[in-house]
């Protein structure tokens, strides 16, 4: 099982704090450096000293980091043009020698829009799944050949369809917990499916669905990687778990029941409940930034009983 580094900057972190933690998941061998893509907080926290922008920062993490793949989890849809964002990500995985995945959704947070002057859709799913189309499809054109798409939402005429992954293709990954169209739209376009934040059973459930969905489609159902994101807090003793526990605003016994929490022995029996249904990797949601003694814990008693 892969073991990634997921944060939520936009709760509270500079730059410099995203860039500590992600040289120090690079050097502890986590799979990967991820982060959400969100303008606004959530919650009692402040926020400060401010939002900062997914695929700025990670085009500085990129140069400041040699190894660990960097992600989104997940690129709002609202924020970018599909066309844009195929540029940025194509240029940052340029900058990182073939090291991005792009985790893309339709955008949820109506109240971070309105913060800053975004608009706000209504039909983002159906946007999202043009989106897909378009990032998908300009990176997958030849060059020397032109990409043209009439949708609903976007259209683009004879686009060079430039610039082009280093990786040839990026991995894209679809996440959520619809029953329907989520499962139908990561058959189509993912090559791995996320689900954020679910119990063990219905993420066999969901990992169902998108086999199913992708079998549907022709494709096989192992031709995708499947993944939970868990919000982790792990210690040594149980003083230690309450201490992060409190530092985040969470109750044990909550983190335990909907989380990875506890010793590293009861994160690593979690885990294999996660593998029993199918799931590959695990994105630890790690709040507490300032908190790296945790990262070299997890990395220490729980990677190597799960790798």
């Known amino acids: 099982m892969d073991l990634r580094v997921f944060t ?123 989106q897909l189309a378009v990032v998908t499809g300009l990176w997958s054109t030849p060059v020397g050949q032109r990409f043209t798409f009439d949708g609903k939402y976007y259209q683009l005429q004879d686009s060079p369809a430039l610039p082009k992954p280093v990786q040839g293709k990026v991995p894209v990954l679809i996440g959520g917990h619809g029953a329907k169209r989520t499962p139908a739209l990561a058959a189509q376009y993912a090559d791995e499916f996320n689900i954020p934040f679910a119990s063990v059973e219905d993420s066999q459930r969901q990992f169902g669905r998108v086999r199913s969905a992708a079998e549907e489609r022709g494709r096989k159902g192992d031709a995708l990687v499947y993944s939970n994101a868990l919000v982790a807090c792990v210690g040594k003793t149980d003083a230690d778990v309450k201490r992060r526990a409190g530092v985040i605003g969470r109750e044990v016994d909550e983190l335990k029941l909907n989380g990875l929490a506890g010793s590293p022995a009861e994160v690593v029996e979690k885990l294999e409940q996660y593998k029993a249904v199918g799931s590959q990797r695990v994105y630890l949601q790690i709040l507490d930034l300032d908190d790296l003694d945790q990262l070299e814990l997890i990395a220490a008693e729980v990677m190597p009983h799960v790798a």
């Open 8 to 130: 939520e900057p936009q709760q509270g972190a500079t730059y410099e704090t995203l860039l500590r933690v992600a040289k120090a998941a690079e050097e502890l061998h986590y799979g990967a450096f991820f982060r959400s893509d969100h303008y606004l907080h959530m919650g009692s926290v402040d926020g400060l000293p401010g939002p900062t922008d997914a695929w700025i920062t990670l085009a500085g993490i990129a140069r400041e980091t040699s190894r660990i793949r960097l992600g989104t989890l997940m690129t709002a849809g609202t924020f970018r043009l599909p066309g844009v964002l195929a540029i940025q990500v194509a240029q940052v995985d340029q900058m990182s020698s073939g090291r991005v995945e792009l985790g893309l959704g339709s955008g949820w947070y109506e109240e971070e829009h309105k913060a800053y002057g975004i608009p706000f859709p209504k039909e983002k799913f159906a946007r999202l799944e043009e």
